[in-house]
């Protein structure tokens, strides 16, 4: 049990379900060319009606928490492979080291990618147009 509640501390299991999410909603649209929503996008959604807030807020919930993440991996440290840590009973600091030294640079650059997308995604989100701006354009 406690494997279980440090993994999920360390970011891999929040990760691992929001990077399903984002997979099967991109796949979705790359193969089917519509938009479609994931469980767990819908469960923002959800909790976001529940609290009085929009979709919209749902998703720049989404987007930060996708970005904090993503952020999380790469600065988390991470245990080197056994052949180069040198400890019997504790780890000591050099036997560790940053999540984005880790990455080979393939992976850096589609979590890079990813991570404007998101933000581009954010920005328009942030920048939409009201209900009542579009009215008050529409009348001038």
């Not at 089917?32 to 469960?43: C, I, K, L, P, Q």
Request: aromatic share 12%.
């Amino acid at each position: 049990m406690k494997s279980r509640i440090s993994s999920c501390k360390k970011y891999d299991i929040p990760n691992f379900i929001q990077g399903a999410n984002n997979i099967y909603e991109n796949g979705y649209y790359v193969i089917f060319m519509r938009n479609t929503t994931g469980s767990v996008r819908d469960a923002y959604h959800y909790v976001a009606n529940k609290l009085g807030v929009s979709n919209d807020t749902a998703d720049l919930v989404y987007g930060a928490v996708d970005l904090g993440l993503t952020t999380g991996n790469y600065t988390k440290l991470t245990l080197l492979a056994r052949e180069k840590s040198w400890s019997l009973f504790r780890h000591i600091r050099s036997d560790f080291i940053r999540g984005w030294k880790e990455v080979g640079i393939t992976g850096f650059l589609a979590d890079t990618s990813g991570g404007f997308a998101t933000l581009y995604q954010m920005y328009h989100i942030i920048n939409k147009p009201s209900a009542t701006q579009e009215n008050v354009q529409g009348e001038k």
